[in-house]
C-alpha cells in the first residue's frame, strides 16, 4: 500500500540504501498518501521501479539475496550481511511466493514474533532488517561507527 512504501522509502533514504519496487505495484508513485508517509525525504530517496522479478534479478546480479519470510526457519539476525547484499520482501498480507521461497529456502530469514500475530507491518519488518544490517557493518568496521556521516 502507498503508505507502507513512503515509510518503506523514508528507512532507505536514512540508511542510505536503495528501494526496488516490482510491478504490479497497486497504487501510483504520484499517490498523495505514499508521499505524505514518505514525507519531504521522497526526493532524497534511490529508487527503481522493475516490471518483474526476472528483471530484478538481472539488475542486481551478482548481489547475495536474503528473503523475508514468517515460514523461514532461520533468524535475521544469525547471518552476516555483505555490501551489496539484497533484502526482499513480499506483501504483508501474502508474503513472497511460495516457488520463490521453496528455491532459497537457505537465504530465507525469519524476524520472531508470537504467534498471535500474523505478519508484522511490513515498513516495520523493512526498518527491522535494515538496520540490523547497518548494526553488523558497524560492529564489523565496514562503515563509521558514527554513521551516517554527513
Known sequence: IPQNTGNVGRSCVAAGAKLWLVRPLGFRLDEKRLRRA???????LDHQVVD?????????????????SKTATEGYTDVSYQPGDTLVFGCETGGLPASLLADS????????????????????????ATFEVLRQWRAGGLIPADFPVQ
Do not use: C
Open 38 to 44: 514518505g514525507l519531504d525525504y521522497w526526493q532524497h
Open 105 to 128: 529456502s537457505s537465504r530465507s530469514l525469519r524476524i520472531p514474533m508470537r504467534q498471535q500475530v500474523r505478519s508484522l507491518n511490513l515498513a516495520s519488518a523493512v526498518a527491522v
Open 52 to 68: 518483474d522479478w526476472e528483471d530484478l534479478q538481472r539488475k542486481l546480479a551478482p548481489s547475495r539475496t536474503w528473503f523475508f
